[in-house]
């Protein structure tokens, strides 16, 4: 079905992408001034509706595949892949926040002056990482065009175009870039981010620590948030962590193989001989 081919699987992704960020939070743009403290978790809650219900449809009527394909798995185990992808991805980002402050690249802004008086909503402000951010996209990337592309190419290609077709479309995100070398860069870290998600999903053959692994990169910037003063390099760094990440959920388990959450769901996918490397 050409809707599956990984062309136009690519393609409807990128289009879904924008239709539930603009659609998902028309509601809060129609009911609330931005001001409104209401704004911005109705419109999150609305990307998260957003997103399930276009990824239905598309795998309903396009490509005709199994919602279960998506690896949105109901199972015990879902709250702790959750939790260790979250770990996964703060200790990512605040390892490359440590180490871009230790190289004079960045320096550490005052942790109480910056969390202090959020502290209170700091859970909020996961929440909203994880509702407007980390689930819809995962759910679109490493759900549904994990699934899409696991029809068609070997896994190493999936991991590839699913890292790097997402990574490509952050050249248009509002990112603190400000030069043409640093958007570059910023893709590149999008990339590395995508692959660490990309490699949990393979590994336990859901979206759960994917969601984890994405929510972490917000987390982390909570945990030690820094100040850049050579962004480029801060991203270099960055990227290095993320695919360091990325490689270390893929590397060789006890059991010498991904481990799949669903109970031999076909969706998952096995690293041949437990290699890291996707290359």
């Known amino acids: 079905m050409k809707a599956t081919h990984p062309v136009w699987a690519v393609l409807i992704t990128v289009v879904a992408m924008f239709a539930m960020v603009l659609g998902g939070f028309l509601p809060a743009t129609l009911l609330f001034d931005p001001g409104d403290p209401l704004y911005q978790p109705v419109g999150v809650a609305g990307i998260t509706l957003a997103s399930l219900g ?11 595949r199994s919602w279960r394909g998506v690896g949105l798995t109901r199972t015990w185990r879902a709250a702790p892949h959750l939790l260790t992808g979250l770990l996964a991805g703060a ?90 070398a640093e958007r570059l860069l910023y893709v590149l870290q999008a990339i590395a981010l ?24 917000h987390t982390g910037n909570i945990v030690l948030p820094t100040q850049d003063i050579q962004y480029g390099v801060q991203l270099v760094i960055l990227t290095c962590t993320l695919t360091l990440t990325g490689l270390l959920l893929l590397a060789r388990r006890s059991g010498g193989h991904a481990e799949s959450l669903s109970g031999g769901d076909p969706t998952s996918v096995r690293v041949p001989g437990g290699q890291p490397s996707p290359s």
Do not use: K
Request: proline share 6%; net charge positive.
């Open 194 to 217: 995508g692959f660490a998600c990309a490699a949990a999903r393979a590994r336990t053959g859901t979206v759960w620590m994917a969601v984890g692994v994405h929510t972490g990169l």
């Open 54 to 64: 276009i990824v239905y449809l598309i795998r309903r009527f396009l490509g005709r």
């Open 91 to 180: 200790v990512a980002v605040t390892a490359a926040n440590a180490l871009s402050v230790a190289l004079g690249v960045a320096t550490l802004r005052p942790w109480w002056d910056v969390v202090g008086p959020a502290l209170p909503y700091v859970l909020l402000n996961v929440g909203i990482a994880l509702l407007g951010q980390a689930f819809p996209e995962e759910l679109l990337w490493r759900g549904h065009l994990y699934d899409t592309l696991s029809g068609r190419l070997s896994p190493r290609a999936v991991l590839i175009v699913v890292s790097v077709c997402f990574g490509a479309l952050h050249i248009i995100s509002n990112s603190p870039a400000d030069t043409p």
